[in-house]
């Protein structure tokens, strides 16, 4: 028996599953195929969600760690209890890929449960414990991405892991070497440095978190071995060998010595790759390097079959694997197909937060990007440690920069480092979808005393005439 739909969505991450929850708001019968026991995909499961749990246990163990300084006596020196800790986490997630369920009930979603694989451009089969055929009018693969290994680096899943291990330790290891500064990278080493461990982070590229602008990279560099996170940039691991006790890491550092670095653990944070094995070779599906190649309105090459997610490509363009974004393109699919007007998404405008310590929150266009546009670039910075409310939040590191054009003042983009950052940069989202001007920041009037004080001050200082500083 074929089961028919309006709408087959294959996988229930963050861009799945609210592609399924708009499909079904417009009246789409609705199908979602997921192979895991549960919904919500890495990211709610393995990635965003429980990873930041454990940094927030990390900032708790901060403030208290810290307790003398607010005038708080405590008994005995803080600890951490990492059994208590994963309890905490496992309840958070449980509960959140409940309510994911019930949301499906609520909408009339089905989850068919099993192993997606394409048939055509209309059918899907799905092996699991109860084999089936589904068809459907849109077909929408959403299927993710994995933790990617590092040549010459065998992952064991015991002592070298990925993240997917990292989220579930149970003892916290007294040294962990940690191979990329991506977002995984230091949010891992922020959380394993709070927690006791001795961290060093190698990365191939000349900077931690390559991505971001230039300033905010060296700042957080500057904070990490300011909290004795061993930084290695410019570092090409070539060679990890497990023993029954430790890992032996070799690497070529920047200045051409080759070092042995040993470590309890190491942590594989080299980037993650598609999940498209087993999709279906019967349909010929454009891919780039195992990504769906998808146009700007997220259509395959294949009619009728639409791709999201951690999963696409998108031509002349890099794609952000973020959940935020994943959601979004959900949304714009779900609409698109049941005969809404959409128009593209606007991935400049996308924000990306980093939720190490300090954290750290950016959209738009880096000062260095910027430039290489032909932009005449203005620039305003200003540090949270002028703030009241960071001095009596006791978290003053890092500034808020504003990248904008002198010709229309137009704001390009907003890098930030620091305490709530990863809040703060809602404002600065929002900016840049309207095109807003740096003027029109300056007589946004901005509550004292807040962090976002920093925001509206760094406006200022992009006109040369920041009030605090």
Known sequence: ?????????IGSGTGGYVAAIRSAQLGLRTAVVERQPVLGGTCLNWGCIPTKALLEHAHALKIVQQAREWGITIGQAATIDMHQVQARKDRIVRGLTRGIEFLFKKNKIDWIKGSGRLLDNRRVEVTGDQNQELQGREIIVATGSTPRGLPGVTIDRARIITSDEAINLREVPSSIAILGSGAVGVEFASIFRRFGSEVTVLELLPRLLPIEDEAISAELEKSFRKQGIAVHTGARVSRATAGADNVTLEAELADGRTERIQADMVLVATGRGPVTAGLGEEVPLQLDKGYVKVDDLLRTSVPGISSIGDVIAIPSRPHPQLAHVSSAEGILVAERVAGRDVKPLNYDHAPACTYCDPEIGSVGLTERRA?????????????????GRAKIANESEGFVKIVAEKKYDEILGVHMIGPRATELVAEATVALRLECTVEALIRTIH??????EAVGEAAHAAHGAAIHL
């Open 1 to 9: 028996m074929v089961r028919d739909y309006d709408v087959v969505v």
């Open 371 to 387: 430039e290489e546009l032909g932009h005449d670039v203005r620039v305003g910075v200003f540090p949270f440690g002028v703030l």
């Open 447 to 452: 509550a004292h005393p807040t962090m976002s």
